[in-house]
């Protein structure tokens, strides 16, 4: 079945640093993707997508490349601030349905 | 103007009772989900509906029942709660034919002691 694998957290981060999470992905046929942001005591929130191989989806500093070649679409922002700690899931979207990695908790600090 | 809400947030309940989470979407979304999301943040689909109809039924105790009296609301009957149960429910929501992306409600979190 399809799945979604995330570099484990929890990541923390001084602000101005640059964040990358991993994330791989094992599906059948050629699912999009998404990465969404949890904020504590929240909903999940969409923060980027994409729907086919070498889309770039980017949002609010955010970006992440759909890699087929090695099944990857890891989220990569260049300079963090205090107000992006959170809980960030990668997902994919196969079959009309979505499958969500584990979720990596980022804390950045001032 | 919430988009997705759900009532109750906190619901605090005893082993063997029957509880209801109401879900409700001002979006025009014709698809409703709702997901749980255990103490380790891993989030699960449950249900989903579009228009009325359950289009995805995981692999989920028959203690839960699903209910779309409209396209707009999504309710989640539990009956004789276990420990396990325990979690914070999402309810979702998302536009025909744009599954991925979806919009989450604020969550209810259920204890069950």
């Known amino acids: 079945g399809d799945s979604v694998t995330q570099m484990e957290g929890p990541v923390t981060l001084s602000e101005e640093a640059f964040l990358t999470i991993n994330c791989t992905y094992t599906?059948?046929?050629?699912?999009?993707l998404f990465w969404y942001v949890q904020y504590p005591g929240e909903g999940l929130q969409l923060l980027l997508k994409a729907t086919k191989a070498d889309d770039k989806g980017s949002n609010k500093g955010f970006e992440a490349t759909y890699r087929k070649e090695t099944t990857s679409f890891h989220l990569e922002k260049g300079s963090v601030q205090v107000s992006d700690s959170a809980v960030y899931f990668c997902a994919l979207l196969n079959d009309y349905k979505l499958s969500f990695g584990a979720g990596t908790t980022v804390t950045v600090r001032a | 103007d919430t988009a997705v809400s759900q009532t109750p947030k906190y619901l605090v309940t005893q082993m063997g009772n029957d509880k209801s989470i109401k879900c409700e979407q001002n979006l025009g979304h014709d698809t409703m989900y709702w997901y749980k999301q255990d103490s380790k943040k891993f989030l699960k689909i449950m249900f989903s509906?579009?228009?009325?109809?359950?289009?995805i039924n995981e692999t989920v105790p028959n203690r839960f029942s699903p209910k779309s009296p409209d396209k707009a609301h999504l309710n989640l009957h539990i009956n004789s709660l276990e420990l396990g149960d325990s979690a914070v429910y999402f309810c979702?929501?998302?536009?025909?034919?744009?599954?991925?992306?979806?919009?989450f409600g604020p969550g209810t979190r259920l204890t069950v002691t």
């Open positions: 979702a929501s998302s536009p025909l034919g744009i599954q991925g992306e979806q919009y």
């Open positions: 509906y579009n228009n009325k109809e359950l289009i």
């Open positions: 599906a059948t046929g050629y699912p999009s």
